[in-house]
């Protein structure tokens, strides 16, 4: 997912909002506390995304299976994201890589979904009527 463009006919709207936002939570309004708000916000789209196609399967997976998923897509960001030796390679890889952090916000989803459902009570999967996982080993 690219980082989202920002109407300018609309952008002192959202930097009024996201002022709103920090100050509420007691943080300082600053560019890099509302650049981090914006990145989270992309974040969002992609759980409103996959939330339209999925639905709130996430729920079902429990708190523990929502850490394990989270670690095992910041794995792949980690080995995805491992630059090159030279500085050549590096800029070639981050040239390719450009707009490809899909994972690093399901990383971020993931990691929200199990402060909620931890919130929530919602420790491990759910299993159906016969005492099958809804979900089959972790990362399957």
Same mark, same amino acid.
């Given at each position: 997912m690219?980082?989202?463009?920002?109407?300018?006919?609309?952008? +002192? @709207?959202?930097?009024?909002?996201?002022? #709103?936002?920090?100050?509420?939570?007691?943080?300082?309004?600053?560019? +890099? @506390?509302?650049?981090?708000?914006?990145? #989270?916000?992309e974040a969002l789209a992609t759980y409103h995304q996959r939330t339209q196609e999925y639905g709130d399967l996430w729920k079902e997976a429990g708190a523990v299976h929502a850490f394990y998923d989270g670690m095992r897509k910041a794995r792949r960001v980690s080995k995805v994201w491992t630059l090159g030796s030279t500085q050549e390679e590096a800029d070639k890889f981050l040239t390719e890589q450009a707009g490809k952090l899909d994972d690093a916000f399901d990383t971020v989803n993931y990691m929200l979904f199990g402060i909620r459902n931890a919130r929530s009570f919602r420790f491990v999967e759910v299993f159906d009527d016969s005492g099958d996982s809804f979900f089959g080993e972790p990362g399957s």
């Open positions: 690219a980082m989202h463009q920002i109407d300018p006919a609309r952008r +002192d @709207n959202l930097y009024t909002a996201v002022q #709103f936002l920090v100050e509420t939570f007691g943080i300082e309004y600053n560019e +890099d @506390n509302c650049e981090h708000l914006l990145t #989270f916000m």
